[in-house]
């Protein structure tokens, strides 16, 4: 006799006994794991994650996602959420948390690390790592001198068509609203008007703005710095035609933003939550950040990666990051103007 | 025959309709949470957002978008069936398993190689391409399925009336294999109204953009989860205009059910082209991506290898993917034999309701369950058992649709015979419609299976914390620009994919061997 | 004692009555067969009986026992479709071992049946592996294998070729005569109720109208329907005075005594046409002759001159002196005739 169904169900008798396996082993789901909700990709963190556990001998479970979505996850949690710690990309996500009132307020001599520009002013969540805004530009088009120096030329009718931006990114939305903050919500209004009244190009996020420049189909883009080295880092120089212009003159596109962490008011291990952000911000970690992500380091006597400049040489606008929490405001602005 | 007549006078058995109902009502766990926090916020906002000109139109694009992309899928679909099914295309068992394979291969690493390679296609066209060449094996599953099955009588009187072989296809073959046609075109739809990686990379903005963008601004679910009705909206009319295209009617052959097997078209001087066709397809949708990536090991300084790491995510997804088809294609029994069996309205309702969670971007979906999750069933929240339930509720459709085209088919007179021989209704459909409708639940199981395997944002979510999957590696990979590492867990995806694929061909060998003698 | 016993059977389906209080006996052992036309209600009866429709009234009893409300399942009654309906899915052992308990199938019970029906050889035959005959046989042996306490056999025959099915009718009525088996035979075809059935019931628009011995059937039909549907006929206006009746045909005797204006049936059988002689009979000329080796179906014009034509069939047994159109004869009447009054 032939049975249709029987190589199916042997073929699903397999993983079932594994299934029951492993619900059963628990999935590897440990209740005294502190848990890690990150934002920051597996690639950047992990090893950093790994030397906290290996030094502090406290076991750590990370889950891995989109930091807006890791938000969203968190908000829809609430009290029951099985995260301690929520290590975002971008300070807004954190303020938003922070907002919904699931951020605890981390010890002082945690916050104390950091320059009170980069953290929370409620004292929420803290910085641990910096990046800036930087254009990047295509070197067959044109110089380094006939880069814009300020993001607000780049409405001029000379780049119509030539200019690339994420627009649904949280470093660009953090960047509008510096720009709302320094110099006004009609300034602001009328910068996104102007890129959209010259055809800017749109791209879903910062890696296709750089191949876009990369590749000549747009002539300048606005990024943040990281981007360019990690693709040298993977690919080399010689693959990497465009290149990089800090703007050093306090424009808006000079912005220094963090990625930061916070650890959530749930959490029924604030003690070992809040060793693991402050080893974020320990010599080893940010050593780390410095080196291996090639971000910013947030703590005094760690140097920035050989061939990055210096923190103290970009002359970011003054500008403090707890200012930048009025986000809505920002996306409606960027809807309206028909950016996104 | 009176089947039609009967069948429409009775009413599903309890048996059948209490886990259809189980079915239903976990597809609209979504529908539930949108409705719930819609009315926790209040629908002013959201009748803002809907009514803006910008939101209207990104509608008219995602339709658009939809419909030429289901038309290219039904063109490539149905083509390649019939060559692989029905002529005497060299090494079809073969090709047959290769031209399913684009299915394991995310449609956004395919958008991304694509607009590697050509910086300069992007926007609608390279959308509609990209998601076509993604999507076309739902409609090449069924209606392979569909074609092997049919009854070589009706064709050969066809011809035997004076038609030719177009003709014949036309006027006799597209009738019978349009239920299935129009169920795969149907899942193609849905895919991509609720697809947002592809056209994000190849800049072509639609309605999902719009979802997406809520969460990136407020980190709020609720304003996305409002529009995401909107979504469901549109399900509910596509779903209804499918249903529409059935018809009335049946097509289970009368009689055996053990139909001869077709005799082979030989294809002689059109082989070449045939194969030429072919060729061109399976490179665009299979070669492509996959040789972009491995461009890219070669290319990238990322390209360490953790072997350790490659198998336990490839482990991990096999669990997960296998467990998400067994229980999704378990619970799309009793809604697709419903549908094929009983019509009526509350059939109909089931079978409408398994479409609700479909269309709705995956995000959306794991939300509601990390709500539900939360609330109700915190002893499973971030547990696989939970993981497998939002497979259920994602694509419990792609196996209500395989398990009613084939059920369909499948004559009712040999349950009659089967219950006068002992069997329970569940047994008759046990021992006998499910024996013989097999091949088509097998592909749809199968169907699900590579779908869960490359399903990211609702595995991202519920994920049992520290587990890895294939395409949460290759995600945090690319994510990261490390094309180097994401190629050999998209290699393994695409490998494992195959495995039901020649699973499945495999029994046909079987079935084809017996037939010899 | 009644194996099977419907009474007054009511099924409707929608605005459709489709049976309107049918009765039915089928005595233990013995074969009927229900005849009817299509559309008539008698695959609808079959259901019912079988449990696969449920009867707005009356009453199917099996065995005795009234059967309201049970299941298929659990009725004992064994069905062969149209074509057999085999499952594709199972090797012939398989099919005819379905509706065995696990410890029968084993048992030596699947090769009795199969010997039975002469298909011992086929036991591991794929379905589409047989031809429509050997199909034919293995459903009958599925229905048989668990000794159901009736068997329905729902148009068994008609997709077979005519050639074969005669031959298939002869084996299947003698594996149910072997089997002792009560069967029902649901069928259109006069030739396969008359030849297989004790007992032929005539249904017509949800209504059983005649059921008897297939000569009863056959000889006496009940009214002009009947008649005409059960075998040829030669339908002759006449009127009806006692014993006998006038018509074209001259004076016919009846088989029960009537009056007035009516209907005379005669079958060919009781035609004897011969070459004119002048002498006993009614003149006719020949309209056609056809030839079917055992015996011939000739047409004959009873018209007088300047008439309508008058045509009516007579069968005759193997042509000594075949008759070709245009030949004159005298149409001789033999034996009693059926008169239904108008």
């Known amino acids: ?340 | 025959m009176t089947g039609g007549r009967r069948l429409a006078s009775r009413r599903p058995p309890a048996t059948l309709l209490a886990p259809a109902t189980l079915a239903a009502l976990v597809a609209l766990l979504p529908l539930g949470y949108l409705v719930v926090r819609a009315l926790s916020d209040g629908v002013g906002g959201f009748v803002d957002v809907v009514a803006r000109d910008r939101t209207l139109a990104l509608v008219g694009r995602s339709l658009l978008l939809a419909g030429v992309t289901t038309a290219g899928c039904l063109v490539l679909g149905v083509g390649l069936a019939y060559l692989l099914t029905r002529t005497t295309f060299p090494g079809r068992q073969l090709v047959r398993v290769l031209a399913t394979l684009p299915l394991a291969i995310p449609s956004y690493v395919a958008a991304f190689a694509w607009l590697a390679a050509f910086p300069r296609f992007d926007g609608f066209p390279a959308s509609a391409l990209v998601l076509t060449l993604c999507c076309y094996p739902y409609v090449l599953l069924p209606v392979a399925a569909a074609l092997t099955r049919t009854d070589p009588a009706t064709e050969e009187v066809a011809r035997s009336l004076g038609r030719n072989r177009w003709q014949t296809f036309r006027l006799v073959t597209v009738p019978e294999i349009r239920p299935a046609a129009a169920a795969g075109a149907l899942l193609v739809a849905l895919y991509v109204l609720s697809d947002f990686g592809a056209v994000a990379i190849l800049r072509y903005d639609v309605f999902t953009r719009v979802i997406y963008t809520s969460y990136r601004s407020s980190f709020d679910p609720t304003p996305a989860a409002v529009l995401g009705t909107l979504l469901v909206a549109l399900t509910v009319l596509i779903v209804w205009g499918e249903h529409r295209t059935r018809g009335r009617a049946g097509h289970s052959r009368l009689g055996t059910g053990s139909a001869r097997r077709h005799p082979l078209v030989p294809l002689r001087r059109w082989t070449g082209p045939a194969v030429g066709a072919v060729a061109a397809v399976l490179s665009a949708a299979l070669l492509f991506p996959l040789g972009s990536l491995a461009y890219w090991t070669a290319r990238g300084a990322s390209r360490q290898l953790d072997v350790g790491e490659l198998v336990g995510a490839g482990t991990s997804t096999l669990l997960v993917a296998a467990l998400g088809a067994v229980v999704t294609t378990a619970l799309a029994v009793p809604v697709g034999v419903i549908a094929a069996r009983y019509r009526g309205r509350l059939g109909a309702l089931v079978e409408q309701a398994s479409y609700a969670g479909h269309a709705l971007p995956g995000i959306v979906v794991a939300l509601s369950l990390v709500f539900f999750g939360v609330r109700y069933a915190y002893p499973i929240y971030q547990r696989t058992p939970l993981l497998v339930l939002a497979y259920v509720v994602l694509f419990l459709p792609l196996a209500v649709g395989a398990v009613r085209s084939s059920v369909a088919q499948a004559p009712p007179v040999l349950e009659d015979v089967a219950r006068s021989l002992g069997r329970t209704p569940l047994g008759a459909l046990r021992d006998v419609t499910l024996h013989v409708a097999g091949p088509g639940v097998a592909a749809g199981a199968a169907l699900v299976f590579l779908t869960c395997m490359k399903e990211l944002p609702a595995t991202l979510l519920l994920r049992p914390t520290g587990m890895d999957t294939l395409a949460t590696e290759l995600w945090g990979a690319t994510e990261v620009g490390e094309y180097g590492r994401a190629a050999p867990y998209a290699a393994l995806l695409v490998l494992l994919a195959a495995l039901p694929a020649v699973l499945l061909g495999w029994r046909r060998d079987q079935l084809d061997d017996g037939g010899a003698t | 004692m009644s194996e099977l016993a419907v009474r007054d059977l009511h099924k409707s389906f929608g605005p459709v009555q489709v049976l309107r209080g049918v009765d039915l006996e089928v005595e233990a052992g013995t074969l009927a067969a229900v005849l009817g036309p299509s559309g008539c209600g008698k695959t609808t009866l079959l259901r019912v009986v079988a449990g696969f429709e449920r009867a707005d009234a009356g009453t199917v009893s099996i065995g005795g026992r009234v059967v309201t409300g049970v299941p298929p399942e659990r009725r004992r009654v064994g069905i062969v479709p149209q074509e057999g309906a085999l499952f594709p899915h199972l090797d012939v052992a398989g099919n005819v071992g379905f509706g065995l308990s696990r410890e029968r199938r084993r048992s030596s019970r699947v090769g009795e049946v199969l010997d039975l029906v002469g298909l011992s050889d086929f036991a591991s035959r794929m379905p589409h592996e047989l031809s429509g005959g050997q199909q034919q046989r293995v459903a009958l042996a599925r229905a048989l294998a668990p000794e159901p306490a009736l068997v329905l056999l729902d148009e068994p025959f008609s997709a077979l070729d005519s050639g074969l099915r005669a031959a298939v009718r002869a084996e299947v009525g003698r594996v149910l005569r072997l089997a002792g088996a009560t069967a029902v035979l649901v069928t259109h075809d006069q030739e396969e109720a008359l030849s297989m059935a004790v007992r032929v019931a005539v249904m017509r628009s949800g209504r059983l109208v005649q059921s008897g011995s297939p000569a009863e059937v056959y000889g006496a039909p009940a009214d002009l329907g009947v008649a005409t549907f059960v075998g040829d006929a030669c339908v002759l206006r006449g009127t009806a005075s006692g014993d006998t009746a006038d018509c074209a045909l001259g004076r016919v005797t009846l088989r029960r005594p009537a009056t007035g204006a009516g209907s005379v049936v005669i079958r060919p059988e009781q035609l004897v046409v011969d070459t004119d002689d002048g002498r006993s009979g009614v003149p006719a000329r020949v309209v056609s002759n056809e030839f079917y080796g055992h015996d011939a179906l000739v047409h004959c014009d009873l018209r007088p001159a300047g008439s309508e034509p008058l045509v009516v069939a007579s069968r005759r047994a193997g042509e000594v002196q075949p008759l070709a159109p245009g030949d004159a004869v005298r149409v001789v009447v033999v034996g009693s005739a059926s008169f239904f009054a108008d």
């Not at chain 1, 594994?18 to 990150?38: Q, T």
């Not at chain 1, 749109?202 to 296709?208: A, C, Q, R, V």
């Not at chain 1, 990690?230 to 800090?246: H, S, T």
Request: net charge negative; aromatic share 8%.
């Open chain 1, 1 to 340: 006799m032939k049975h249709a169904l029987r190589p199916l169900a042997a073929a699903a008798a397999v993983p079932l006994s594994f299934g029951l396996a492993a619900c059963g082993g628990g999935s590897g789901f440990d209740e005294d794991a502190l848990v890690i909700y990150s934002g920051r990709q597996e690639a950047l963190v992990a090893d950093v994650i790994d030397d906290f556990e290996a030094e502090s001998g406290v076991d750590v479970q990370v889950r891995y996602g989109n930091t807006a979505q890791l938000a969203a996850q968190l908000i829809e949690e609430g009290e029951r959420s099985p995260a301690d710690v929520y290590f975002a990309q971008d300070g807004g996500a954190l303020g938003a948390l922070a907002k919904a009132g699931q951020l605890a307020t981390l010890p002082d001599d945690v916050l104390g690390l950091v320059e009170e520009k980069y953290r929370s002013a409620d004292g929420d969540w803290v910085g641990v790592s910096g990046r800036a805004r930087v254009m990047v530009y295509d070197p067959d088009q044109l110089s380094e001198d006939e880069v814009p120096g300020s993001v607000f030329d780049l409405t001029g009718p000379e780049w119509k068509g030539k200019v690339g931006i994420a627009p649904s990114n949280a470093s660009f939305e953090a960047f509008v609203t510096s720009i709302r903050v320094l110099e006004g919500e009609d300034k602001a209004r009328e910068f996104l008007d102007g890129l959209a009244a010259n055809d800017v190009q749109t791209f879903d996020n910062n890696i296709l703005v750089l191949n876009a420049a990369e590749d000549g189909l747009i002539s300048v883009g606005l990024i943040n710095h990281y981007y360019w080295y990690e693709q040298v880092a993977e690919e080399g120089l010689d693959a990497v035609p465009a290149r990089l212009k800090y703007l050093r003159n306090a424009d808006p596109g000079a912005l220094v933003n963090v990625a930061g962490a916070g650890v959530l008011e749930s959490t029924d291990k604030s003690a070992e939550a809040e060793q693991f952000v402050k080893y974020l911000l320990s010599k080893d970690a940010q050593t780390y950040f410095a080196e291996e992500t090639k971000e910013y380091p947030l703590i005094e006597g760690v140097p920035t990666a050989e061939g990055v400049p210096p923190l103290d040489t970009l002359n970011p606008p003054e500008i403090d990051l707890a200012d930048l929490d009025t986000l809505e405001e920002t996306l409606a602005m960027i809807q309206e103007a028909g950016l996104t």
